[in-house]
């Protein structure tokens, strides 16, 4: 026996099979669909309708789902929420990030960001909101998708072609505005346009009449861990000051790197990414 038949049949020793087509029921739910009825869980996940009641009665009584009035579908519930913010208040990147959002919003009168990668998504993990008549939607968990806005470009700066391809199989990327790269190949070059330039700066790149600034957050190994941008609406958007912009976006990014034990100097010596200010 291989030892790698070996290793998984011990991993698979230790697995709980309830628990772990529990998570998968909870991993059912996302953006587009929020309500889900027993009978299309029970499909998904190829279960009889009698076990995924089961689940779904448990994960009720923990709060981890709710019953939609008239108790034919189900939708997340706050448990689900409070692991959630737990989670990103355990995370270092956003206990040392979230001072330096403020303290840039506070500068530039912008609401300012902080995201992370999760497969083909962005999920926000700090935000700082400017005072201001412009409604977003985005918050604290929302999810995007990285090929189609700037956040998520920067996030995929560090992949090479093969591996934007293995993350987007597709022949054709999905569409969201006439910005959107519609190949691999066009965004495997607009990234690497944007590692070398060392920011992104773009006008509805993913949502109309809202400009975006962001650059890469790096980590000790020189690896970009999260992107922190500003959102700019355009009736607010000032030419003049692009560079002012620019400068605070990119420097509050390099001070969260150097939180991070990131050195540019150190990346230079070793001949590995570096930070271009």
Known sequence: MS??????????KYLVPALERGLLLLGQFNHYDRKLS???LARRLSLPRSTVFRLLMTLESMGFVQREPGGHDYRLGLAVLRLGFEYL???ELTE?????????RGEIGFSCNLVVRDGRSIVYVAKSSAPTPFASSVHVGTRLPAHATVLGRVLLEDLSLEE???LFPEEHL???SSSTPATVQSLYELVQEDRERGYVLQEAFFEARVSTVAAPV????????????????SSRFEPERIDELVAKVRSTALELSRLLNYSPEKMQARGKASWRP
């Not at 040392?96 to 840039?104: D, I, N, V």
């Open 3 to 12: 030892k790698a038949n070996l290793s998984e049949e011990v991993q698979d």
């Open 38 to 40: 027993a009978p299309e």
């Open 89 to 91: 208040a355990s995370l």
């Open 96 to 104: 040392l990030g979230t001072p330096l959002l403020e303290r840039l």
């Open 164 to 166: 934007l391809r293995e």
């Open 174 to 176: 999905q569409s969201y």
């Open 218 to 233: 790096r980590d000790g190994t020189g690896r970009i861990v999260a992107a922190l941008g500003a959102t700019i609406p």
